[in-house]
Nanobody
């Protein structure tokens, strides 16, 4: 069983950058598709980005495409989300998630494992 712990959130001004990390315990990290989701107050959890097991393919929500980059290091059991050109509407709790599949899903219900979340606040 993989356990996920996010870090790297914080307060940043609009236009700034943050890098989120999600460290996974266990020896089966490379067998999981990894995703990042976010949830703002009063809103549903939404897909941000996902990456295949090998890291060869990545997927993004239209709202973050060109600004965010997901990557993974299977040797370090870690997935990252580099966030550039941040906007106030990016403010949310960001969660990493894992699912045992081949093609990543944009549906949070498809993911089996979740981290506790890390707060990202972007001021205008």
């Amino acid at each position: 069983q993989v356990q996920l712990v996010e870090s790297g959130g914080g307060l940043v001004q609009a236009g700034g950058s943050l890098r989120l990390s999600c460290a996974a315990s266990g020896r089966t990290f490379s067998s999981y598709v990894m995703g990042w989701f976010r949830q703002a107050p009063g809103k549903e959890r939404e897909f941000v980005a996902a990456i295949k097991r090998s890291g060869g393919s990545t997927y993004y929500a239209d709202s973050v495409k060109g600004r965010f980059t997901i990557s993974r290091d299977n040797a370090k059991n870690t997935v990252y989300l580099q966030m550039n050109s941040l906007k106030p509407e990016d403010t949310a709790v960001y969660y990493c998630a894992a699912e045992r599949t081949v093609v990543p899903s944009r549906n949070p219900a498809a993911y089996d494992l979740w981290g506790q979340g890390t707060q990202v606040t972007v001021s205008s």
